[in-house]
Nanobody
Framework: EVQLQASGGGLVQTGGSLRLSCATSGFTFDDVTIGWFRQAPGKEREGVSCISSDGSTYYTDSVLGRFAISSDNAKKMVYLQMNRLRPEDTGVYYC?????WGIGVPTTMPATVFDTWGQGTQVTVSS
């Protein structure tokens, strides 16, 4: 069974850091892209960052220079290091899988192309 499980969320002050983890199982890291999305109350789900099996990465503009995505293929884990957090980073963070994209990553992160989703983890940044 394909599964993804996000963890590592919490409450942090503005300027603080958190590291999210996405544990995966039931599939290999061959030709897959793992993405992080977030959803704030009353807003649409937003693609934050993703990483492909060839190491290509994508970041939405608002997190460039503050967030870093990485993967440990042997452990089948994907991480999102979030630094200099802002109140607008608040939301439920989800990890999701995209299979069979090929080389690189999508130039945007439409949620519709990601086929499997994990449960979210809440990130709250206080001002």
């Amino acid at each position: 069974e394909v599964q993804l499980q996000a963890s590592g969320g919490g409450l942090v002050q503005t300027g603080g850091s958190l590291r999210l983890s996405c544990a995966t199982s039931g599939f290999t890291f061959d030709d897959v892209t793992i993405g992080w999305f977030r959803q704030a109350p009353g807003k649409e789900r937003e693609g934050v960052s993703c990483i492909s099996s060839d190491g290509s990465t994508y970041y939405t503009d608002s997190v460039l220079g503050r967030f870093a995505i990485s993967s440990d293929n042997a452990k089948k884990m994907v991480y999102l290091q979030m630094n200099r957090l802002r109140p607008e980073d608040t939301g439920v963070y989800y990890c999701a899988r995209l299979s069979g994209w090929g080389i690189g990553v999508p130039t945007t992160m439409p949620a519709t192309v990601f086929d499997t989703w994990g449960q979210g983890t809440q990130v709250t940044v206080s001002s």
